[in-house]
């Protein structure tokens, strides 16, 4: 019989800290550094997650193997073990999830990729940057641009939308504004209108932010 699990995050915390108070001792008696434990959902299966590491960085196989067995000898003795369907003990790897403060210390002076979510787990789009094409891609744009709506939408999005590469599903007829561009040579039409309406944008909302409250 499947158990329930609910998936709370509350309860997620609770059996990564229970966990980590376990296996925390054993991770250092051994000479590493406990790196991060997680416990999540992966498809209907719970995943506990101990990843460990060394000073030097890297971790190989035989290393791994050594204290694979005395970590599950004392994850199986937790008061939360009922809730585990598959137990890992690895290293972080290169695409390491930075979730804790020295983490980010850790990794001081090194490039990172960045994603956001909010409290559900959900992906938050960075609007920051947008990727126009595989060799351009415009950075820096100030979060208020996206405040200037147009017709229910910020007017960056709606261009973004209008100037879309599209097929139209009956007809599978394509709808390519860049041949337009190039047919009446300005292949930068539709980049230097994006831009265009990002600095239009900022300068409208720093306009709309200056007027005076109106009260009625």
């Not at 959902?41 to 005395?70: N, Q, S």
């Not at 890992?88 to 390491?96: A, F, H, I, K």
């Not at 599903?169 to 209108?193: F, M, T, V």
Request: hydrophobic share 40%; aromatic share 8%.
């Amino acid at each position: 019989m499947p158990k329930e699990k609910g998936g709370k995050k509350n309860q997620a915390e609770t059996v990564e800290r229970i966990t980590e108070q376990k296996v925390l001792p054993i991770i250092e008696r051994y000479g590493y550094e406990l790196w991060d434990v997680i416990f999540e959902k992966e498809g209907a299966m719970w995943y506990l997650k101990v990843l460990f590491d060394k000073a030097d960085g890297g971790i190989d196989d035989a290393e791994c193997e050594e204290i694979t067995e005395p970590l599950n000898k004392a994850v199986d003795t937790l008061s939360c073990i009922d809730l585990v369907d598959v137990f890992e003990v690895g290293s972080p790897g290169l695409d390491r999830q930075l979730r804790k403060p020295f983490h980010f210390v850790k990794m001081k002076g090194e490039k990172i990729k960045v994603t956001v979510r909010d409290e559900n787990g959900k992906l938050i789009a960075d609007k920051t940057h947008i990727i126009y094409n595989s060799h351009i891609t415009i950075e820096n744009i100030p979060l208020k641009a996206y405040e200037y709506i147009v017709n229910g939408k910020s007017a960056i999005e709606w261009i973004m939308e209008r100037y879309a590469v599209t097929i139209e599903k009956a007809s599978q007829i394509k709808n390519g504004p860049n041949d337009w561009s190039r047919e009446h040579e300005h292949p930068r039409y539709i980049l230097d209108l994006l831009l265009s309406v990002i600095m239009l944008s900022c300068q409208t909302v720093d306009i709309v932010n200056t007027l005076p409250i109106l009260r009625f």
